[in-house]
């Protein structure tokens, strides 16, 4: 093992990386691997010695030590210990907002509220007739969306329907905070236009994709855990204020993001 460098303090919820070099002195391939957690979490061949790149996303925080291991045919394996820091911060409070109930909403409440993270969630049931559910948080009223709400949370998840539903003075109200740099907006957006409640409109406008094309599609972003496919009915134009967070092929744009 020639050189290994990594962060020696993290944040829960960063992505753990170690890179270095290393210079073969048997006779065949030089694997590297790393364990964390009290198991194997990234390997890499490195033939005849060279660079490496491995990572791991941790799962609790505190003090630990992963450990880096060169294994080589002929040659004793290494071992270097890599102590690390792993602390938790507050994790910024989410409201959802859902037109109707759906595994979606359900599934994104509790796998937010899973990490500690305040969520509340608004569910339409029917005209003038709102359910609501509170993780990590106390419940407080969420009939209407007014400045005093918008300003506990960090972040809005609403699908098109409900932003196309808003009335005039919530919608103002969503804008003005977003405008303002106090509240980030997540649109779960269909094949249908965009409704005129959404900040900065013109630049995300859906182009519906035709039906026979609407099928599993590998979907790309950085640090991807795996391979994941999802259906792509439509995708969003492309424009000098977006930047992708996920692609789809051909580049196409099923999530981007407004601004750097």
Known sequence: MQAANWPQQLTLGQRFEVEGSVAASGTGPAWVSLRADGAGRDS???????????????????????????????????????PLEISTQALPPVLLLA?????????????????????????TVSRGLVQTEFLNQPAQPLDHLTPALLARYAIVVADAATLASLPIGESQALRTAISQ????????ADATPLPAAVPARAAFAVQPLPV????????????????????????????????PLITGPGRRLPAPRQGP
């Open 44 to 82: 890499v061949r490195v033939p005849g010695g060279g660079s490496f790149r491995l990572s791991y996303q941790p799962k609790v925080a505190g003090l630990t030590r992963y450990t880096l291991v060169l294994r080589q045919s002929g040659s004793a394996t290494v071992s270097e210990p890599l």
């Open 99 to 123: 037109a109707v109930p759906g595994f979606e909403f359900k599934f994104l409440k509790n796998s937010l509220a899973a990490t500690g993270r305040a969520v509340a969630l608004r569910t």
């Open 181 to 188: 740099g106090r509240l980030g907006l997540v649109l779960l």
């Open 212 to 243: 026979a094309r609407a099928v599993p599609q590998a979907l790309n972003w950085p640090d991807a855990p795996a391979p994941v496919r999802a259906m792509l009915p439509a995708r969003l134009r492309a424009s000098a204020a977006l930047r």
